[in-house]
């Protein structure tokens, strides 16, 4: 960490900065003796990416930033919020700290924080910025987490901790034992500090095998911003043994969209033809697969067992993209082309064996314009195209 970034001249120059190309800015050299056209770089890079995602840190000053990778790898404010409101008590200890977003929204919320980390200067860099945020209640420690919890006396109301993928994990698709620190190896430490445990894992892990990986999970919360899933939550309780609850949220301009299921439902959606109104559910809702639960629960029904979209002759307020259907037609290219004259659509496929690119291809529609077009398959498993307007 170097002290002289935070000196008047160099954050003056920083700020001013912002929007300027790096490429040509490091050509130039620094304009300062103490620190190199690099280390300013590094820091206009980071506070550029946090304008959105962090705006508490961008908008106050003398605010240290860390390379842009851990930028990248922080909760935004927006989900630790969110977290937030999921633990309460008098003490919370992050064992994966970080830049210290999620210990910030904590302290909001829990009398005492402790946040680990393992690297020095990151650890360094939290207690400085936690001092320009007037944040009074969070502890900082230069520790591996897991170590720490097994010398350390206290016990804790709750354990947080977001573990990071291993570098020789393999494949998209990964297990929590492929992580650092390896939660299902170290269960029974955390459980001897605490009752309840918090964990943020990668919107790619797959949920039903951390169901089968850890014991005692109560909840688990997928979150969505404007339709992206960016974070998944599981909630473990020493001891408990009933059903999981599933929680999906999706963050948009117009507000939350919340949907709740339990998992493993022995619940079978109705199907039908496509009806009136087309209904997509939300990212959330399609990571955390409760297709047959949103039938049963909003009383619509389903157009396949593997399409994932949904019809109604009534216009509900649902948690996800609602359309008017127009025509619904089998897939014609000469028929689609009468019926799109400009020859742009706004293209989805669901469970349907061609891609967009190879629709596209195929029918020459471009991207854009106000109708909307859904390949998918019926539940006579016909392959049809629904035109459709957004609502």
């Not at 918090?198 to 039903?208: C, F, G, R, Y």
């Not at 949220?249 to 948009?252: A, G, K, S």
């Given at each position: 960490m170097n002290n002289n970034i935070l000196t008047k001249k160099i954050q003056e120059f920083i700020n001013s900065n912002l929007k300027s190309d790096l490429t040509k800015l490091i050509l130039k050299g620094s304009p300062f003796e103490n620190i190199s056209i690099q280390e300013i770089a590094e820091q206009i890079l980071a506070k550029s990416k946090c304008e959105k995602k962090l705006p508490t840190w961008f908008s106050c000053k003398n605010i240290y930033y860390p390379n842009k990778l851990n930028i990248e790898?922080?909760?935004?404010?927006?989900t630790a919020k969110y977290k937030s409101n999921l633990v309460s008590g008098n003490s919370i200890i992050d064992i994966t700290g970080g830049f210290g977003v999620d210990a910030l929204?904590?302290?909001?919320?829990?009398?005492?924080?402790?946040?680990?980390?393992?690297?020095?200067?990151?650890?360094?860099i939290v207690s400085h910025n936690l001092e320009q945020l007037n944040v009074t209640n969070i502890k900082t420690q230069i520790n591996d987490g897991i170590e720490f919890l097994k010398k350390s006396k206290e016990k804790y109301d709750w354990i947080y901790t977001d573990p990071s993928r291993r570098n020789d994990a393999k494949g998209k698709v990964f297990l929590l034992e492929d992580c650092l620190p390896n939660?299902?190896?170290?269960?029974?430490?955390?459980?001897?500090?605490?009752?309840?445990?918090?964990?943020?894992?990668?919107?790619?892990?797959?949920?039903?095998?951390?169901?089968?990986?850890i014991k005692f999970i109560k909840e688990i919360h997928c979150i969505s911003v404007k339709n992206e899933v960016k974070e998944l939550l599981f909630i473990l309780e020493k001891n408990y043994y009933q059903s999981i609850k599933i929680q999906t949220?999706?963050?948009?301009k117009k507000g939350e969209q919340v949907f709740s299921f339990q998992y493993n439902?022995?619940?079978?959606?109705?199907?039908?033809?496509?009806k009136k109104y087309l209904f997509e559910p939300n990212s959330?809702?399609?990571?955390?697969?409760?297709?047959?639960?949103i039938s049963q629960q909003l009383k619509i029904d389903k157009l396949h067992k593997h399409s994932h979209l949904y019809t109604s002759n009534k216009l509900i307020d649902f948690p996800g993209r609602c359309f008017e259907i127009i025509h619904e037609i089998s897939y014609d290219k000469k028929l689609l082309k009468k019926l799109i004259p400009s020859k742009k659509a706004n293209i989805t496929t669901r469970n349907f064996p061609e891609t967009v690119d190879q629709i596209r291809k195929k029918t020459g529609i471009k991207d854009g314009g106000n109708q909307y077009l859904f390949f998918t398959t019926n539940f006579k498993s016909d392959y049809i195209v629904l035109i459709c307007k957004k609502i």
């Open positions: 790898q922080t909760s935004s404010e927006v929204y904590f302290s909001q919320k829990v009398n005492f924080v402790t946040h680990c980390e393992i690297n020095n200067e990151l650890s360094q939660i299902p190896e170290n269960l029974d430490i955390l459980f001897k500090k605490t009752d309840n445990i918090l964990i943020k894992v990668s919107p790619i892990l797959d949920i039903t095998s951390a169901i089968n990986e949220i999706n963050f948009t439902e022995d619940i079978s959606a109705s199907f039908s033809e496509p959330a809702i399609l990571k955390a697969g409760g297709f047959s639960q």
